[in-house]
């Protein structure tokens, strides 16, 4: 079945830090994978996505690069601030649309001033 | 985009009894569906919830277990029935426009 495997946290960095959070997936077919971000006290929310092999998605200074030889999509970002403390999803969907969504256990990341 | 509000933000149920958790979207999404965080677990999806009638569930999940309605498009409750603490859990719901996918603030719901 599909799985998504993401890197166990919790992670505490120091502000403007490399950040990397691993993820790897089982999935049939070509899935999209997407990372979700949950700050404190707010819904799940989008972070970036991408939909087919070698793609690149990227927001607020975050990337992931879609590998589908080693089935893997790594979030990362090179200076983290305080502000990206939050719990972070990787997931994927097979379906044709985003809606049904197999996620990650979640890494929660803090960082310190 | 849209916002989804979910209520309770958590609750602290004794075993045996039923929790009913609302979500509420400010405008209409084609889609609504329930998820499950165990402790140290993934996210799960339980169910998907159909405008007026029966919800679609996963394997390994039931009505008599999770009762959900959806009376309308902007609406859907999820009820936790004769709770046991194996039901500790984050529950969450999701709202989707679409491609676009929104979701609540979670339910931590703790079963003693």
């Known amino acids: 079945g599909n799985s998504v495997t993401q890197m166990e946290g919790p992670v505490t960095l120091s502000e403007e830090a490399f950040l990397t959070i691993n993820c790897t997936y089982t999935?049939?077919?070509?899935?999209?994978l997407f990372w979700y971000v949950q700050y404190p006290g707010e819904g799940l929310q989008l972070l970036l996505k991408?939909?087919?092999?070698?793609d690149k998605g990227s927001n607020k200074g975050f990337e992931a690069t879609y590998r589908k030889e080693t089935t893997s999509f790594h979030l990362e970002k090179g200076s983290v601030q305080v502000s990206d403390s939050a719990v972070y999803f990787c997931?994927?969907?097979?379906?044709?649309?985003?809606?049904?969504?197999?996620f990650g256990k979640g890494t929660k990341l803090t960082v310190n001033p | 985009s849209a916002v989804i509000s979910q209520k309770p933000s958590r609750d602290i149920c004794q075993r045996g009894t039923s929790l009913t958790i609302q979500c509420q979207v400010d405008?209409?999404?084609?889609?609504m569906f329930w998820y499950r965080q165990q402790p140290g677990q993934s996210l799960t999806l339980i169910a998907t919830a159909n405008q007026g009638s029966e919800a679609t569930y996963e394997s390994g999940f039931v009505i008599d277990k999770f009762p959900i309605s959806r009376p309308n498009l902007t609406f859907s409750t999820l009820t936790v029935s004769n709770m046991s603490p194996e039901d500790s859990s984050i529950y969450l719901c999701s709202g989707a426009y679409y491609e676009k996918l929104f979701f609540g603030s979670g339910t931590q719901l703790s079963v003693l």
């Open positions: 997931a994927l969907t097979t379906q044709g649309g985003s809606e049904k969504l197999v």
């Open positions: 999935a049939t077919g070509y899935p999209s």
């Open positions: 405008s209409q999404v084609t889609m």
């Open positions: 991408a939909t087919k092999a070698d």
